[in-house]
Nanobody, 124 residues
């Protein structure tokens, strides 16, 4: 069983930066793929980024590619989402998720473990 806790969400101005953290507890976190998703009011939860556990390969949605960076520190059992050049449309609750396996998982049903989410608001 893996437990995930997100932190770092707050209000930021358009063009600004923010780093979210996802702290994990439980066995074998270093062997789990970690993804970030977000959900805006009235919208479905959407994929943002994923990082593989074995070689650190990353994959991003087109809407954040070039602006966001996902990373992980397995020694600290923590994953991060660095968000730069933020836009009002980035406003959402951000969730981290985890699952075992080597693929680049990008859909909600593919993940077994979820955090409670952290609110990010980008003002124009």
């Amino acid at each position: 069983q893996v437990q995930l806790v997100e932190s770092g969400g707050r209000m930021v101005q358009a063009g600004g930066s923010l780093r979210l953290s996802c702290a994990a507890s439980g066995p074998a976190f270093s062997t789990y793929a970690v993804g970030w998703f977000r959900q805006a009011p009235g919208e479905e939860r959407e994929f943002v980024a994923v990082i593989a556990w074995n070689d650190g390969t990353t994959y991003y949605s087109d809407s954040v590619k070039g602006r966001f960076t996902i990373s992980r520190d397995n020694a600290k059992n923590t994953a991060y989402l660095q968000m730069n050049s933020m836009k009002p449309e980035d406003t959402a609750v951000y969730y981290c998720a985890a699952r075992s396996g080597l693929a680049y998982y990008s859909t909600v049903p593919q993940y077994d473990y979820w955090g409670q989410g952290t609110q990010v608001t980008v003002s124009s």
